[in-house]
């Protein structure tokens, strides 16, 4: 190449034929940014080389791209690519044949759809990175496989965070049942789904259209700024376990929570009973109203279950350890590669001086290895039964409205019970007979008392009644003051 440098004409031997092609390329483009208009670009190349692009303009351009976390393809890639395909596509299906198992016997965990959802991206992801790897040139199926390889690696930080979730609001069941809570939530998840849009939109732009300078520095700020906000989320799992191992408070400990006490084992071959759940809620069409508004938490792991009838306050020590070892260690592994990630994103320079963070076998161990033995965590640990929350009581038993419990006779009561005491011998309670409301049940308000004890009846899964005396009301009389606030800032069925 001669060039000119004080009048003189010159050859400079680093200058290359396709250096010099892209540069008249890019000129006749006003010179865009370097890294910018692949899709364009490529189709350029084909217009004047024909069909077969040089390998020698394929590496230049190449070289010329953006930083990836896991670099761009070649074809000793295939293997590792059909291997992760095969393995996300039995993961996929161990979870779908969990979820049907559960829907067909009344189980509904409908967490495990997110990772039937999240199986198939990973799948697809990998299955279109091999394609990707046998032609580098195929741009449409190559950013169309980086954006389902990117964005299952947000979605399962997700459902982790909705297991930290639950089991933070199995041991604080006021605190994580508070509208605050729970509007922080839901908040944190709205932001989620924004920047996954902003991921799928800034992965497709850049290498679609030419962008000038300014604008391809726009681009690289904002996908540092979610690479950030990526890792500060999949930490906020680690955060509500943390949360988890502080104290109860005393409104923790005087709540009646409503936990599935009709889970025996976390057994991986374990399953529930069939309609086991849906005979739990029929049995609050029974129950005081208060009960239908107690707090949906996760199984308490004390005693099998068996002392836990749905409708308690006593949750024992934390004894999820399983629970939480599931959690964090997937939360570790996550965060490992969302680190890298990240450190990729801040590397201002392009693919031909990329640093070993964003090497293609560090790519295969975050987003491939590290997922895998995530989800056979999750497959064998039975998150499916160590989380589930039971499901809301269907519209007809919430629909049922009774006299709410209270420790002290009304002026009534009190003028029939001295009548009783002059003009009869029988006991007072002999001519006591629970009535039968229009729905057929027996009110939770003709439940009779003595001693000062409540005798609440409970009924089990199979039906049969069990009769369970309680020390006090499902609100003490110390607290009933407080009972309209509590209830006014929980969230209930």
């Avoid at 000119?4 to 890019?26: A, H, K």
């Avoid at 809620?281 to 508004?293: I, Q």
């Avoid at 199979?462 to 309680?470: F, K, N, Q, R, V």
Wanted: aromatic share 14%; glycine share 6%.
């Amino acid at each position: 190449m001669v060039v000119y440098f004080n009048n003189t004409l010159r050859y400079d031997p680093q200058y290359t034929t396709v250096e010099g092609v892209v540069n008249l390329i890019l000129r006749m483009e006003n010179y865009p940014a370097r890294g910018t208009g692949i899709s364009k670009l490529v189709d350029l190349v084909h217009n004047l080389s024909g069909p077969n692009i040089p390998p020698t303009v394929v590496s230049y351009v190449v070289g010329l791209q953006n930083n990836l976390f896991g670099s761009y393809p070649g074809t000793d890639e295939v293997g590792p690519s059909i291997l992760f395909t095969v393995l996300f596509f039995i993961i996929t299906l161990m979870h779908l044949l969990l979820f049907v198992i559960n829907f067909s016997r009344g189980h509904f965990f409908w967490v495990s759809i997110g990772w039937i959802f999240y199986g198939l991206m990973r799948t697809v992801g990998f299955a279109l990175r091999a394609v990707w790897a046998s032609d580098v040139t195929l741009i449409a199926i190559g950013l169309t496989s980086e954006v389902l390889c990117i964005v299952p690696s947000i979605i399962i930080v997700s459902l982790n965070l909705i297991l930290a979730q639950r089991l933070f609001t199995w041991r604080h069941p006021v605190g994580g049942s508070r509208k605050l809570f729970w509007g922080f939530m839901l908040t944190t998840y709205a932001v989620v789904i924004l920047l996954i849009g902003v991921v799928i939109f800034g992965s497709f732009i850049p290498y679609l259209y030419f962008l000038n300078q300014s604008a391809y520095d726009s681009y690289r700020v904002a996908v540092k700024s979610i690479s950030i906000l990526v890792i500060a989320y999949s930490l906020t799992s680690i955060a509500l376990i943390g949360l988890s191992f502080w104290l109860p408070t005393s409104k923790d400990e005087n709540l009646y929570t409503y936990q599935p006490w009709w889970i025996e084992s976390f057994s991986p071959f374990y399953f529930v009973q069939p309609g086991a759940a849906q005979r739990a809620e029929e049995t609050f069409m029974k129950r005081n109203h208060n009960h239908r508004h107690a707090i949906r938490v996760i199984a308490a792991t004390h005693h099998h279950y068996k002392m836990v009838k749905g409708l308690s306050n006593e949750r024992g020590d934390l004894k999820h350890n399983i629970s939480l070892l599931i959690i964090i260690i997937s939360t570790v592994l996550i965060f490992i590669g969302a680190v890298g990630r990240c450190v990729v994103t801040f590397q201002y320079s392009f693919n031909r001086n990329a640093s070993p963070a964003a090497s293609k076998a560090f790519m295969y161990i975050c987003w491939g290895a590290f997922e895998v033995i995530i989800n056979i965590l999750y497959i064998i640990g039975r998150v499916d039964l160590r989380f589930y929350r039971p499901d809301i009581l269907p519209r007809k038993v919430r629909s049922i409205i009774t006299a709410e419990q209270s420790y002290y006779p009304s002026d009534y009561e009190e003028d029939e019970e001295s009548i009783e005491k002059e003009g009869s011998d029988h006991n007072r309670y002999d001519s006591y007979h629970p009535r039968e409301s229009a729905n057929g049940y027996e009110d939770a308000d003709d439940e009779s008392h003595d001693n000062g004890h409540w005798n609440f009846v409970d009924v089990d899964v199979d039906g049969s009644s069990i009769s369970s005396p309680l020390p006090r009301a499902p609100y003490p009389h110390k607290e009933k003051g407080r009972m309209s606030n509590d209830n006014d800032s929980e969230f209930n069925f």
